[in-house]
C-alpha cells in the first residue's frame, strides 16, 4: 500500500525523511550535492530496490522499527576519493551507508 507520505510497507523513503535521520561526513555535508542527488534517487526507489539498498548498505532487508532514524549508528554518507574509476561502497558495521566518489551522478550508469 502507498501512502500519501511517501511510506510504502510502513517505511518513509521521502527525501525529508533521509535528510533528517541520516548525516554527512569525510568530505560532505547535507549541502553537498552528491548527497542531495543520492537521497533524491533513493526517494524513488521501489520496495525491490529499497530491499536491495538496504542488504548492501545495512547487511539487513528492511529498516528498524522507526526508520531511518532509528539506524544505529545513523547513517552516515562519507566522501570517497579515487577519481572517476571510484565506486560506491559501504561498511555495514558502522552503516557507512555509501562511500561516494565526488563525481556520483543519478544519471551515471552502473
Known sequence: MVLLSGAIDGEDWSVNALVNAAKADHGFTMDSRVVQDLFSVMSEF????????????????????????????????????????????????????????????????C
Open 46 to 109: 521501489d520496495p525491490d530496490e529499497r530491499r536491495a539498498w538496504l542488504s548492501f548498505t545495512t547487511g539487513a532487508q528492511r529498516l528498524p522499527i522507526g526508520g531511518f532514524a532509528s539506524l544505529k549508528p545513523p547513517l552516515t554518507i562519507v566522501r570517497k576519493d579515487g577519481g572517476d574509476r571510484a565506486l560506491p561502497s559501504c561498511m555495514t558495521c558502522t552503516n557507512y551507508g555509501q562511500s561516494l566518489p565526488v563525481l556520483f551522478s543519478p544519471l551515471s550508469p
